[in-house]
């Protein structure tokens, strides 16, 4: 015992732990909150209490001690405060929905909602709609626990040491984070719009609306956003072991408040679960129990439609109805400012919702005869509390699936889930409005016709009832689309997403026939959607083990190269003189075609050929979506795209398109700009540089070549890919199931559980990344005990 515990305090010293300490306090059953918290490699901590209140007070004190800077300033958001403590002209990004926020609308935005008691009438629903009592009694102790730590601890992260928006937490500001995330992809992308809209003066220029612009700048922009991810859910037709098999991994935000947390929940003979919570979720979001697993990728499914109302003439605050005239409602917000100064603004809804003038920076402007306002199927929507409640308690992919048709909460995800006995299912039950294709072409505006041709979203026609959202009988909210109008599969091979929308979950299995709104059928499939499927049916034959799901992953595979490589290789030798074209004149191709042609088609660290073939590739594909329109027509695949092979087409590159030969010449330019050889490894100017000088090389690209194990590394056309990783592959799990109740799962935490870079655990998960390497999960008792490094018992 003496040499076990001399073994565990050397483990703990290398892993930047305190040695394993006993209780400090012995239990007593007076105590509110009783809760130990183990911690294993890598500072994972598991959480076991003997009630929920207690499960949530160690959890918020795990997650407070490593990243208290990033909630504060969550809580700072939400509270309505950012222009106080950081000035209204300033801003910020919510890397959830990679929108850019102006401080001060961002304050008029959720100060509305806090004046409206909006979350505090959400909390007094009745029924299936509130949260549970468990749920409740979690987030008491969440809040408990979290300003225990705050009272208790001296902060050492210098991003909010001494600060004053640092303060204790009360449980309405818990409640009003889980309603920032239940809006990210709906009135979160109308935070600026929403919180800056202010009627038209009279002697205002009147600005016009073009709707093709609209429609391409709301192509670009969505097109461009932040969020994505992959997830393969395996039955026992495609596993070695004849047991299901998951991996779960999302592409999220590496820097603020949508990073997840990993842990493990448990109340011994009640729920034993682990995983990842995005930050300040007390409840698992992603994660596994003893026989099933699951996880989300970023569905197609709008959350959201616009409303364009017509506006009475002389009374832009009035609008029409059914040809009747009726006044916006309004709410003079106040918000504070430095110094002790405040601010007021008059904001206004129509009987849709918010009135706003822009989406994610795209104007929609409010004249004397227009308006726009925000219908939004998440706003009444703290059902995604309770499935996940659920879920965190089921065993089997049927669970999850009976959760999500019974609580019909999940806000903007797909879910992917595999279990023991192997049923894989695929589903998008996600809040979506009610608008079937029908009701979009008889209620778009003209805004509207083009939006939902371009990107799927209408905007409908406030002033007609009939244009409402419709209603299902088995939806338990109105105005969307009950679980019979939603896709969702169950198999015994496989299912996959990797974002596209549903219908090729299994392309032996389309699913087809649902509203346009939730997403598209029969069109071309993005490339890293490609890349997963002939992956995964690469082995259909060899089926998988665990590692082999591992190693599809950490494959960095470029599938964009595996298509096109030929007809490049060809393209680059074929140039005139050696010369390519670029937007500056002819530029020598030098010794680019051997490099290319030596290159194994990898994104891993030593990849020479993988820059080149990038920026190439990104030349072609970056493109304003109305160009690249116009790019099909001119025949940039050899091979066109076939609603018949999906999955292998388009392919091939039309090498005479000049736009495509340009780009390789503008390429060859940009690593010369950023004084990079052609041959340069991935892995040196691709590299992590955080705010304190931490450089960590990593593998992986970006998910427009058909990279799996996708990352969103910023270009800087000075030094390459070196700079702060904004997203990327994230918490990410592979859960094999076994029959004992153990899984046999590995993780990494690609950025690492702590957000001070004073803790041992700011960067260290992030090197094994690096290095390719995994994180042994520790789920049953008996390996979490084997693997513990230090031990704190809390009560309160």
Known sequence: MKRRTALLAALALVAGLAPVVQAAEAPQPHHKYDVTIRYTEYGIPHITARDYGSLGYGYGYALAKETICTMADTYTTVRAQRSKFFGPDNGYVFRGNGASVNNLNSDFFFQQINDAKTVEKLLAQKGPSAPKPEIRQAVTGYVAGYNRWLKTNKITDPACAGKPWVTPITELDAYHRFYQLALLASGGVAID????????????????LDTAKLAEGLQNEFKGLAIGSNAVALGPQMTKNGHGLLLGNPHFP??????????????????????????????????HTAHMAWSHTVSTSYRFTPFQETLVPGSPTTYLYDGKPTAMTSRTVTVALPGGKKQSRTLYATRHGSVFTSLLGIPLPWTPAVAFSMGDANAPNFRYLNHFFDVNHGQSSNDVLSSLKRNQGIPWVNTIASDDKGDALYADISVTPHVTNDQAQTCDTAAGAATFAALRLPILDGSRSSCEWGNDPDAVQKGIFGPSHMPYLIRHDYVTNSNDSYWLANPKQPLEGFATIIGDERTPRTTRTRSGLVMVAERSGKKFTRQDMQDLLFSDRQYSWEITKPDVLSMCRAFPGGYAPSASGPVDVGNACDVLAKWNGRDSLDARGALLFRRFWTHVTSVPVGVQASLQTA????????????????????TLNPLVQKAFGDAINDLEGAHIPLDGPLGKYQVDVRPDGTRTPYHGGPGTLGVFNAVAAPWDATRGYIGQLPHGSSFIQVVSFNGSGCPDTRTILTYSQSTNPKSPHYADQTKLFSQSKWVTDRFCARDVARATLQTVHLTG
């Open 193 to 208: 719009g929403i919180g800056g809209a202010q009627p038209p003066t009279p002697s205002a220029p009147v600005p016009t």
């Open 254 to 287: 590496w820097i603020g408040s949508e990073r997840f947390f990993e842990s493990q929940l448990t109340i011994p003979g009640k729920l034993d679960v682990a995983g990842g919570s995005l930050l300040g979720v007390p409840i698992i979001l992603i994660g």
């Open 635 to 654: 025949h940039v695949w050899s091979t066109p795209f076939g609603a018949n092979d999906p999955v292998n087409t388009p392919r091939g590159l039309n």
